[in-house]
Every structure is written in C-alpha cells, then in structure tokens.
C-alpha cells in the first residue's frame, strides 16, 4: 500500500529564509508524487508534480522539489520565503488508478 | 479559479439528516473525486468515478453514497448524519487517471449540529 508521511506539523521560517518541507514515500510501484498547498477557507491548488521524467521538478511560486529514489523522499524547497507563502502545505502519491494519498500536511509560518 | 464548482459552501444540519454535495468538474475532465477533510483525520479519499462508473473507493462509510451522471457533474449523498460528519468535502477533477493533475474545488463544509 502506499503512504506518505510529512515530516513536521508545522515549520516556522523568517521572510528571506529558506524554506524546506519535507515528505517521504511509500511505494511499491514507481510513484506519482505531488506537492499542493491550502491557503485558508480555498481548495488545494497543485504546485508541482513527479511523474518519472526529471528528478528536480520545477512548480510555481519559485518552489522545486528533489525526487530521490534512494531515501524515498521529496521534499520541498524554496530559496526565499515571502510572507504570501503562509499556508499549509500537503504532499501526495497517487495509485495506478488515479487517487491522491495525502500526508498530514505542514502547516508554514512565515514571520517578518 | 481551478474550474472545478462545487456547492453549496456552507450546510448546516442536523444530526440523522441526509444532504446533498454537488460538484461540477472542469470542462473535458472526465474523472472525479470526492476527499473528506477533518482535524483528526486529515484529507483522505472517498470515492471516485471514471466517465460515469465507479473506479475506486476509499475509506467511505455505507451511509454515504456518490454518483457521476452522464453530463459527467457527481453528487455525494450522506445520510443518517452524525456530529463526526462534520468536514470539509472536497470534490477533484481530472482528465484521466494516475499522473494527471487534479483539480480541486473550493469544497463544502458541513456541520452536524
């Protein structure tokens, strides 16, 4: 069965840091991996997407995430953190037949 | 704005009542999902539905039951509410299956009182 595990409810950077969210995967086949953040009272809008191709996925918003089959990881990153990042973030794998299994999410603070 | 419409936003009800979840998928998509999403749960799958069959299902209760109509729009019907109902419901749409990009809407949010 697959599964995804978010490292940290809750992570908390200042306005210029470094922002580093982190997920791991559980896959028997070879994973569809997806990052999508919630920002209050909205859906879930997708940042990006692993589907096999490059290792290093480019999203919106200047995030990217690193697949790594190795440590079965793929955490998300953005270099400078601005305030309108504030929200919570999930990760996901989707099965052969198309569903998302979410992780708990991390919900991100961004200070001043 | 994904595309994806789904009403009503609020519902408040009461417990033993039955409501009704509609959602319409973006234009083209021919699949839809439902997710429930609460504090103690966190955002899992219910059910899906390809082009009108059921594809998957996930942690759904009995109480609950969905349908994908021939304009492709779904509803998710729950009866015999109970105050742990309460959630968000989140319907997704997709082209097809696995690697697509979902799209999710705006959900509804459902208190049992």
């Known amino acids: 069965a697959q599964s995804v595990t978010q490292l940290g409810s809750h992570v908390s950077v200042s306005e210029g840091a470094l922002v580093l969210l982190r997920c791991n995967y559980s896959s028997s086949v070879p994973p569809y991996l997806f990052w999508y953040v919630q920002y209050p009272n909205q859906g879930l809008q997708l940042l990006l997407k692993?589907?096999?191709?490059?290792?290093l996925v480019k999203g919106i918003n200047g995030f990217e995430a690193e697949f790594k089959k190795s440590e079965t990881s793929f955490h998300l990153t953005k270099p400078s953190a601005h305030m309108s990042d504030a929200a919570e973030y999930f990760c996901?794998?989707?099965?052969?037949?198309?569903?998302?299994?979410f992780g708990q999410g991390t919900e991100l603070s961004v200070k001043p | 704005d994904s595309g994806v419409t789904q009403t009503p936003k609020h519902l408040i009800t009461a417990t033993g009542q039955r409501v009704t979840l509609r959602c319409s998928p973006r234009?083209?998509?021919?699949?839809v999902y439902w997710y429930q999403q609460s504090l103690d749960q966190g955002l899992q799958f219910l059910i899906q539905?390809?082009?009108?069959?059921?594809?998957a299902k996930g942690n759904i209760l009995e109480r609950f039951s969905a349908q994908q109509f021939p304009d492709l729009h779904s509803e998710l019907n729950l009866s015999s509410l109970e105050l742990g109902d309460s959630a968000l419901y989140f319907c997704?749409?997709?082209?097809?299956?696995?690697?697509?990009?979902?799209?999710f809407g705006a959900g509804t949010r459902l208190s049992v009182l």
């Open positions: 996901a794998v989707s099965d052969q037949g198309g569903k998302l299994i």
């Open positions: 997704a749409s997709s082209v097809g299956l696995a690697k697509n990009i979902q799209y």
């Open positions: 692993y589907t096999s191709a490059a290792t």
């Open positions: 539905y390809y082009n009108g069959e059921e594809r």
């Open positions: 234009s083209g998509d021919l699949s």
